[in-house]
Nanobody
Framework: QVQLVESGGGLVQPGGSLRLSCAAS????????MGWYRQAPGKERELVATMTSGGTTNYVDSVKGRFTISRDNAKNTRYLQMNSLKPEDTAVYYCYADMVARDGSSWSRRDYWGQGAQVTVSS
């Protein structure tokens, strides 16, 4: 079974740091893009940071200079280091991957989502 497993998250004071991890497991042929989206209460889900297979990164303007996405290709894992956290960063963070994988009997390219990790920034 192909899945994305997230870890990290939690409660942190403003100005603090957290690191999220997302590991892809199962029969995976390739990962085109992988990263995180977030959804705050009453708001739409938005892109936070992504990285392509070639290493190109994309960040939402509000996190540039504070968040950094990195990877461990051998483990099919991406990391999101979040520094200088603000209360407006509070949201559920969802790992996302655009992958070619075998889920069942056939190989196909589709989007996969993690279970979500709560990040709360509050004093």
């Amino acid at each position: 079974q192909v899945q994305l497993v997230e870890s990290g998250g939690g409660l942190v004071q403003p100005g603090g740091s957290l690191r999220l991890s997302c590991a892809a497991s199962g029969s995976i042929f390739s990962i085109s893009t992988m990263g995180w989206y977030r959804q705050a209460p009453g708001k739409e889900r938005e892109l936070v940071a992504t990285m392509t297979s070639g290493g190109t990164t994309n960040y939402v303007d509000s996190v540039k200079g504070r968040f950094t996405i990195s990877r461990d290709n051998a483990k099919n894992t991406r990391y999101l280091q979040m520094n200088s956290l603000k209360p407006e960063d509070t949201a559920v963070y969802y790992c996302y991957a655009d992958m070619v994988a075998r889920d069942g009997s056939s190989w196909s390219r589709r989007d996969y989502w993690g279970q979500g990790a709560q990040v709360t920034v509050s004093s």
